[in-house]
């Protein structure tokens, strides 16, 4: 995908002008719940109610992604996969918590029940337009902060 086309979609994206709506349950899979000493990740994609394809394609390809590389983790828990609406309740807070100003991956560790680090996956818009380049991405990314 070309840079400013990625530019273009993140802008149209966050204004929702010209998206179509799709609620996050079509995709949304979790993994179990880990007792509150466990650390865990969650793998969160942060978007709104209206949402363009390539908003819908980034959600569905990170948790193809997810699901291929990370099974055993999204089965015992290490790994949550969450995506959310933040037009729904609680969204501004994550909004303010994760600094989030338009659709986003962003990987979140918990520890003892509380919050203690996150990253965004910023690179995803860019990758989009690759497959094989957004899972590479994606697969990396995940499994360097579930090792840190």
Not at 43 to 54: D, E, K, L, Q, V
Not at 60 to 84: Q, S, T
Not at 113 to 129: F, I, N, Q, Y
Request: net charge negative; with cysteine; glycine share 10%.
């Amino acid at each position: 995908m070309k840079p400013l086309l990625v530019v273009f979609s993140v802008v149209v994206c966050s204004l929702t002008v010209g998206c179509q709506g799709r609620g996050s349950s079509d995709v949304a899979r979790t993994g179990s719940a880990v007792g509150e000493d466990v650390p865990s990740v969650t793998a969160y994609y942060f978007h709104r109610t209206a949402r363009c394809p390539a908003c819908l394609g980034i959600e569905v390809r990170a948790a193809e992604a997810i699901e291929k590389h990370f099974a055993e983790e999204l089965g015992d828990g290490r790994l949550v996969w969450m995506p959310f609406n933040l037009d729904e309740p609680g969204g501004e807070a994550y909004e303010k918590e994760f600094d989030l100003h338009f659709n986003s991956l962003v990987l979140s560790r918990t520890e003892g029940g509380r919050r203690v680090k996150h990253r965004t996956l910023d690179k995803v818009w860019s990758l989009a337009g690759d497959g094989v380049q957004f899972e590479e991405y994606v697969k990396n990314e995940v499994e360097r902060f579930l090792d840190e």
